[in-house]
């Protein structure tokens, strides 16, 4: 059973940055995929941004070029570095992990992440 613990969010001001990072601590291997999702009041979950263990990247429209993800120096963590955050951008984040490929995997416990002035 994965565990992901995730960090970081919380307030700022539009045309800021934060940082989020999510890390699975049980896993004996490289898990296939780590990433993030969010979800605002009123819409669907959706992807954000996800890494393979490869190094591929996929990201969502909306983020690319302001989102960045990446895989931490410890196994199984996962950084995403926020920056010109939107108001649009303010949902609660959720990182997620694929131990293989068309897994279910397994989710954080949500983050919250709020751009306002």
């Known amino acids: 059973q994965l565990r992901l613990v995730e960090s970081g969010g919380g307030l700022v001001q539009p045309g800021g940055s934060l940082s989020l990072s999510c890390a699975e601590s049980?896993?004996?291997?490289?898990?296939?995929?780590m990433g993030w999702h969010r979800q605002a009041p009123g819409k669907e979950r959706e992807l954000v941004a996800m890494i393979l263990n490869n190094g591929t990247t996929n990201y969502a429209e909306s983020v690319k070029g302001r989102f960045t993800i990446s895989r931490g120096s410890v196994k199984n963590t996962v950084h995403l570095q926020m920056t010109n955050l939107e108001r649009e951008d303010t949902a609660v984040y959720y990182c997620?992990?694929?131990?293989?490929?068309?897994?279910?995997?397994?989710w954080g416990q949500g983050t919250q992440v709020t751009v306002s002035s």
């Open positions: 997620r992990a694929l131990p293989f490929p068309r897994t279910v995997g397994a």
């Open positions: 049980t896993s004996l291997f490289n898990l296939y995929s």
